[in-house]
């Protein structure tokens, strides 16, 4: 019985995983496509962009109600407890990513109306070393790869370069 009891423990936080992995792509692909339109002028793709903020809400009340049936259900202690702690708060930055991705997206509507500003490539390079380290991250933390999260705590210096070469 009991082993009946820890693949239904598995298969939970594997559901959670799955959800909080499409959770993270869709705010990636969200801020990836923002900054292209930014970049680009394409107004299609802002809108798109808008538009898939609202899956990245959804996903994020799911991953919620997740968390707490998982707790309700499993009465997690140490490592279970803590990786529900963590999606918890991770799903909480994700949506936040995915606001800044709208507003991105918001502005970049609003400014290809007129001529592209000079610079925007320093904007492109330092959102790509981000880009990098959100996925990185939300990888490290799902898959467990404890290399990969030292790998993407050394960018942070050349964001870091980046952000100073900007200002």
């Known amino acids: 019985m009991s082993s009946h009891l820890e693949q239904k423990l598995q298969q939970d936080i594997d559901h959670i995983r799955d959800r909080v992995r499409e959770m993270a792509d869709l705010a990636l692909r969200g801020l990836e496509d923002s900054i292209r339109a930014l970049t680009t002028q394409d107004t299609k793709l802002a809108y798109a962009a808008i538009l898939r903020d609202s899956r990245v809400d959804d996903l994020e009340g799911m991953v919620d109600a997740l968390c707490v049936e998982f707790i309700v259900r499993h009465i997690p202690v140490a490592t279970h407890l803590r990786f529900v702690h963590s999606v918890a708060k991770i799903v909480s930055e994700l ?60 960018l942070e210096s050349r964001a870091n370069a980046l952000h100073a070469e900007i200002y």
């Open 95 to 154: 949506e936040r990513v995915g606001d800044y991705a709208e507003s991105i997206s918001r502005q970049a509507i609003l400014l290809s109306r007129g001529e592209r500003p000079a610079g925007f490539d320093k904007f492109e390079r330092i959102a790509a070393v981000a880009i990098d380290m959100m996925r990185q991250a939300v990888r490290s933390f799902l898959d467990e790869d404890i290399e990969l999260a030292r790998r993407t705590i050394a």
